[in-house]
């Protein structure tokens, strides 16, 4: 089992940023593939970014690249995501998830997941 626990979220102003964190426990995390995803109210779960889990492909979608940056510290079993120029649309509860054997950017494919924290981007 693993254990993920994410932080960070929280108001800001749009052209803002914030650095979401996460911290997993409960496996080796230097296994693991990380990704980002959210969802806003009345939408679906989208991919926002994922990392491999030796920090060496990336992948991020068409709507935050250039913005946001995911990183991983596989030493303090934590995964971030630096999130600059905020927009309105990227209003949602963003997720952190786990995924063993296999890089994958869809969101049914990982095995853990947080609760999720909230990022509201105000105009």
């Known amino acids: 089992q ?16 914030l650095r979401l ?27 926002v970014a994922a990392i491999s889990w030796s920090g060496g492909t990336m992948s991020y979608a068409d709507s935050v690249k250039g913005r946001f940056t995911i990183s991983r510290d596989n030493d303090k079993n934590s995964v971030y995501l630096q999130m600059n120029s905020l927009k309105t649309e990227d209003t949602a ?16 494919e990982y095995n853990y997941w947080g609760q999720g924290t909230q990022v509201t981007v105000s105009s």
């Open 2 to 17: 693993v254990q993920l626990v994410e932080s960070g979220g929280g108001l800001v102003q749009a052209g803002g940023s």
């Open 21 to 47: 964190s996460c911290a997993a426990s409960g496996r080796t995390f230097n296994n693991l593939d990380m990704g980002w995803f959210r969802q806003a109210p009345g939408k679906e779960r989208e991919f």
């Open 93 to 108: 509860v963003y997720y952190c998830g786990a995924k063993r054997k296999g890089y994958s950017i869809t969101w049914g």
